[in-house]
């Protein structure tokens, strides 16, 4: 599972490259149904403290067995001083994260929600920047790339939070979803659209959700340097995650009824953000940085935007709106300029490290190494101008 070995066997018959590809449509895929699930699980009423307190132990009770068996060799001892650091990270990483992501959903839409995440590899980069972990040369092409990405991004994203427009599409209900309103006034409040709700404080929020998913990748490099075993890893912070929301809702959900599943449709949203969104997609996206690095994997996150878009379109009748086009077209936009500034600085590394040892092969041997680790960091690559 966690080098996709077993999957490589099974369907040795396909190329890897279109075995990627389709790992990462497959991916888009369960991430874009996510958004769609989860905005339909508020609409039903589920709470925000339990939806994601089942979520984390559902992916925790998926990734464990894996995380204990397959990484018992490369997993270092657990000290006090790798407790506190997953602590931390899942405050960051899945606490903050998962809490302002279904704030801003609840106020927004699914397709912005989407939208908006695709600044992450842009915040990520400018964070790394501040804290000096990534360099900028504004004296080659792809420093100025990178930094242009990212005004792009933080551009389309304060045009989604500032401005929402006209509406741009409204979709007619379909005649059974009509005749299912018509028999039940409760139907659209279940599956409509987020009407009423402040568009501006949930897109706040989910530029709250991006930062901390950003922090959390900038968090994490130093992290796994020391401790590689990256199943074990998400385990750690998938348990503190559950021992945060549980002390949160100790203090705001103390209704019973809050913790208990009304519904077949309420069992759904949260087994399908528990086991698809959170285990199932980081095994897949694990297998897919490891054989095609972090640049390859986001570079089809916009893919999302578009499948979530469709479905919401479908299932929700979510409305599109002026302002979220626009700034859905410059946050993609600034992604790929973010990518390919990456992609670049990558290739002039190890041109530079071929030209500076073209003769010491141990020496070569080791560049290769810390390059190959430095781009299979999820979203961030660490700077490497210094091999």
Not at 12 to 18: G, M, T
Not at 66 to 78: D, G, T
Not at 289 to 317: E, N
Request: positive net charge; aromatic residues 12%.
């Amino acid at each position: 599972m966690a080098d996709g070995g077993g999957i490589g066997r099974r369907m040795c018959w396909i190329p890897e490259k279109f075995q990627l590809h389709l790992s990462m449509l497959a991916l888009q895929f369960g991430y874009a149904g996510f958004h769609v699930v989860s905005r339909a699980a508020l609409n039903m009423g589920i709470s925000k403290i339990v939806f994601p307190v089942y979520r984390n132990i559902l992916a925790l009770l998926l990734l464990l067995p894996f995380a204990y068996f397959l990484e018992k060799k490369e997993r270092p001892p657990l000290t006090w001083n790798f407790i506190v650091q997953f602590f931390l990270l899942a405050i960051v990483g899945i606490t903050a994260n998962q809490g302002f992501y279904l704030l801003g959903l609840e106020h927004t839409s699914p397709t912005f929600a989407s939208a908006i995440q695709n600044s992450v590899p842009a915040i990520t980069f400018l964070m790394a920047v501040l804290l000096r972990i990534e360099k900028v040369r504004l004296d080659r092409k792809d420093g100025i790339s990178k930094v242009a990405g990212t005004l792009f991004c933080v551009a389309g994203a304060s045009v989604i939070t500032l401005y929402k427009g006209p509406t741009i599409y409204s979709p007619a209900p379909p005649l059974q979803r009509a005749a299912a309103v018509a028999a039940s006034p409760e139907f659209l409040s279940m599956l409509g659209d987020a009407k009423g709700k402040n568009w501006t404080l949930g897109c706040i929020f989910l530029i709250g959700h991006c930062l901390s998913w950003s922090g959390w990748l900038v968090l994490q490099a130093p992290v796994l340097k020391k401790y590689p075993a990256r199943l074990s890893f998400t385990s750690y912070q998938c348990f503190f995650g559950v021992i945060q929301f549980l002390v949160i809702a100790a203090f705001l959900e103390r209704d019973l009824q809050a913790w208990l599943v009304h519904s077949g449709a309420e069992l759904f949203s949260v087994f399908y953000a528990g086991v698809v969104a959170s285990g199932i997609a980081f095994a897949v996206q694990i297998w897919c940085i490891d054989r095609g690095g972090p640049v390859f994997v986001a570079v089809y996150q916009p893919v999302q935007t578009l499948v979530v878009a469709i479905m919401a379109s479908a299932l929700l009748g979510e409305q599109f709106y002026l302002g979220g086009i626009i700034g859905a077209v410059l946050i993609i936009t600034g992604l790929y300029l973010v990518l390919w500034g990456k992609n670049e600085e990558r290739k002039f590394a190890i041109q530079k490290a071929g030209i500076q040892s073209p003769v010491d092969h141990g020496n070569n041997r080791t560049t290769s190494s810390h390059i190959k680790s430095s781009i299979t960091q999820p979203l961030l690559s660490q700077s490497i101008e210094n091999v």
